[in-house]
């Protein structure tokens, strides 16, 4: 990942049409998957060794590819509940699985934690999965994340975190829902403006808003050390956490 064009241009040509939308709907979110990779690629650095990393909310494989482009060694375990993206990232991906570097798990994230060993993998990545849970699902998803991961690793999340300023987070997810209809309205597509509108009123309801301070403290609670929240654009940043050795 040392030449940024050379990267730009994989990323796209990979993904097609799905990155291309999400640049310019959200060009935070889809730099939030690049991010990502660059943190995961910063902790593979470091460990001088192979990784088994695991991924959840995969999707069409956007983050995925960042993730796999960041190491040569590591092998990437990605987790989806819904299997039409699910079904586009093996598509996308598919000459990582064929090299046996990236498998998938068809399966919700506390599930399929669950049916992992303790111990196991050395970082647990993710973008834009953890935001979506109900608050006590949350819960038991970071209990499961810090038991899976091996003393040492890593939990890497590039996500939506709601700022603890709520008029500052109001304004700012108003300048966002703004860019969607810019976008949308200016491809004619009413129908996916709809839905994106839906999505982010259920991200923004009580049960589920993933606010700063909160989160934070969560994280501190089911045990991990080294909490920082980095590289913040607007409603979206990058969180990473430590479990002790």
């Known amino acids: 990942m040392s030449n940024g064009s050379s990267y730009d241009a994989m990323f796209s040509g990979i993904i097609g049409r799905d990155y291309d939308m999400l640049q310019r709907m959200s060009p935070l979110s889809a730099e939030m998957s690049k991010i990502v990779g660059r943190a995961v690629k910063h902790y593979a650095d470091k460990a001088g060794r192979p990784l088994n990393v695991v991924e959840l909310g995969g999707g069409t494989g956007i983050t995925t590819l960042a993730i796999l482009s ?55 990545a993710t973008a834009y999965t953890v935001h979506n849970f109900e608050h006590s699902y949350r819960e038991r998803v970071i209990e499961q994340i810090f038991r ?40 004619n597509k009413p129908d996916l403006l709809e839905q994106w509108i839906i999505h982010l009123f259920n991200d923004e309801s009580e049960n589920h808003v993933m606010r700063e301070g909160i989160s934070l403290k969560q994280l501190e609670e089911a045990g991990f050390v080294d909490i920082a929240l980095n590289q913040r654009m607007k409603v979206n940043a990058l969180v990473t956490a430590v479990k002790p050795i």
């Open 148 to 187: 899976v991961l091996k003393p040492g690793g890593q939990f890497i999340n590039g996500d939506r975190y709601a700022l603890d300023d709520i008029f500052e987070h109001t304004r700012t997810v108003q300048e966002e829902i703004s860019g969607f209809f810019e976008v949308l309205i200016g491809e």
């Open 70 to 124: 960041s190491n040569d060694d590591m092998i990437v375990t990605s987790i989806d509940s819904e299997p039409t993206m699910q079904n586009q990232a093996k598509e996308n991906l598919k000459q990582w699985v064929d090299n046996g570097r990236l498998f998938f798990k068809l399966d919700d994230a506390y599930s399929a934690l669950t049916k992992m060993a303790d111990n196991s993998a050395d970082v647990l």
